[in-house]
């Protein structure tokens, strides 16, 4: 007798909030590649006949992209998300190489992710600056995504949840009350390792999370904003991270450059249940 089966009858999702899977493409494609893979994706997901209304799709392109991008969504009328990889914590002025968030709200993103731990780690990011940039990204009307996560040396030392905590209390106060930002929590050494977290440990994280936004930003905030989780996320694990009560979605790296892995990563409702 199959065991599973019981598991997989159960509802995956237990919460009103609609599950969002965004895949960042990271420093990869230019632009003609870049609208090469939309068209493959939407291509994939409307044959899968996907309803962008029960899971949000959002891509994130570089940015000499997302004009190409932009373009393409809205000739095709897809539904597909765009967001930014990155934002200025400044409005405008002299800040050479620098995107400000009415750029990318004119190219007409919707999200922008702040805090990656590549920005972090390999750009000397500071809390403060993540917290600036992700004021900056909601001025201008566009959602952060705050990226939370530890080290493995963190992991060891202070155990999972106690970084990514200081590192969202940070980033949340810089906001308005009424902020709306998405969290993705992505431990650092599950980057790009091919080592994804279980789920019960990106539960733990996530639970933690959720408790500590309803006393940063109270109990309807707290329970309206989706929390993602992110490393090393594929087809074959997608389903059991979004089978967790505070897992709202997933923020996918190298598995969102191939059209047709993350089709089935967004399908993931389809290709646990056989529905
Ligand atoms: C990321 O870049 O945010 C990420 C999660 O990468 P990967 O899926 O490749 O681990």
Redesign the pocket.
Same mark, same amino acid.
């Given at each position: 007798m199959n065991e599973q089966i019981p598991e997989l009858r159960e509802p995956l999702l237990q919460t009103d909030r609609v599950p969002l899977i965004a895949g960042?493409w990271?420093m990869n494609l230019d632009h003609l590649q870049a609208i090469a893979l939309v068209q493959k994706l939407s291509w994939a997901l409307k044959d899968a006949r996907h309803d962008y209304g029960e899971t949000e799709v959002a891509v994130f392109p570089p940015f000499t992209d997302l004009r190409s991008v932009q373009t393409l969504l809205a000739a095709d009328k897809l539904s597909l998300v765009l967001g930014a990889q990155d934002v200025s914590p400044h409005e405008s002025g002299a800040y050479t190489g620098d995107i400000s968030a009415a750029m990318l709200a004119k190219l007409e993103a919707r999200y922008v992710l702040v805090g990656?731990s590549?920005r972090r780690h390999g750009h000397g990011e500071s809390d403060e600056l993540v917290g600036q940039k992700a004021l900056a990204a909601h001025r201008a009307g566009l959602v952060p995504m705050i990226?939370v996560g530890e080290t493995a040396e963190d992991l060891e030392e202070h155990g999972a949840a106690a970084i990514p905590l200081a590192q969202l209390a940070a980033a949340v106060s810089s906001l308005p009350k009424d902020a709306e930002f998405v969290i993705?929590y992505?431990p650092v050494w599950?980057? =790009? %390792?091919g080592q994804a977290a279980t789920p019960e440990q990106a539960e733990e994280v996530a639970k933690a999370i959720r408790e500590s936004l309803r006393d940063l930003c109270g109990d309807e905030r707290a329970a309206a904003t989706r929390i993602l989780y =992110? =490393? %090393? !996320?594929a087809s074959q694990n997608v389903a059991g991270f979004l089978r967790q009560p505070n897992v709202d979605g997933a923020? !996918?790296? =190298?598995? %969102?450059l191939k059209s047709d892995e993350f089709a089935k990563i967004v399908q993931f409702k389809k290709h646990v249940t056989g529905a």
């Amino acid at each position: 007798m199959n065991e599973q089966i019981p598991e997989l009858r159960e509802p995956l999702l237990q919460t009103d909030r609609v599950p969002l899977i965004a895949g960042n493409w990271k420093m990869n494609l230019d632009h003609l590649q870049a609208i090469a893979l939309v068209q493959k994706l939407s291509w994939a997901l409307k044959d899968a006949r996907h309803d962008y209304g029960e899971t949000e799709v959002a891509v994130f392109p570089p940015f000499t992209d997302l004009r190409s991008v932009q373009t393409l969504l809205a000739a095709d009328k897809l539904s597909l998300v765009l967001g930014a990889q990155d934002v200025s914590p400044h409005e405008s002025g002299a800040y050479t190489g620098d995107i400000s968030a009415a750029m990318l709200a004119k190219l007409e993103a919707r999200y922008v992710l702040v805090g990656h731990s590549e920005r972090r780690h390999g750009h000397g990011e500071s809390d403060e600056l993540v917290g600036q940039k992700a004021l900056a990204a909601h001025r201008a009307g566009l959602v952060p995504m705050i990226c939370v996560g530890e080290t493995a040396e963190d992991l060891e030392e202070h155990g999972a949840a106690a970084i990514p905590l200081a590192q969202l209390a940070a980033a949340v106060s810089s906001l308005p009350k009424d902020a709306e930002f998405v969290i993705a929590y992505e431990p650092v050494w599950a980057i =790009g %390792s091919g080592q994804a977290a279980t789920p019960e440990q990106a539960e733990e994280v996530a639970k933690a999370i959720r408790e500590s936004l309803r006393d940063l930003c109270g109990d309807e905030r707290a329970a309206a904003t989706r929390i993602l989780y =992110g =490393g %090393s !996320v594929a087809s074959q694990n997608v389903a059991g991270f979004l089978r967790q009560p505070n897992v709202d979605g997933a923020l !996918v790296g =190298g598995a %969102s450059l191939k059209s047709d892995e993350f089709a089935k990563i967004v399908q993931f409702k389809k290709h646990v249940t056989g529905a």
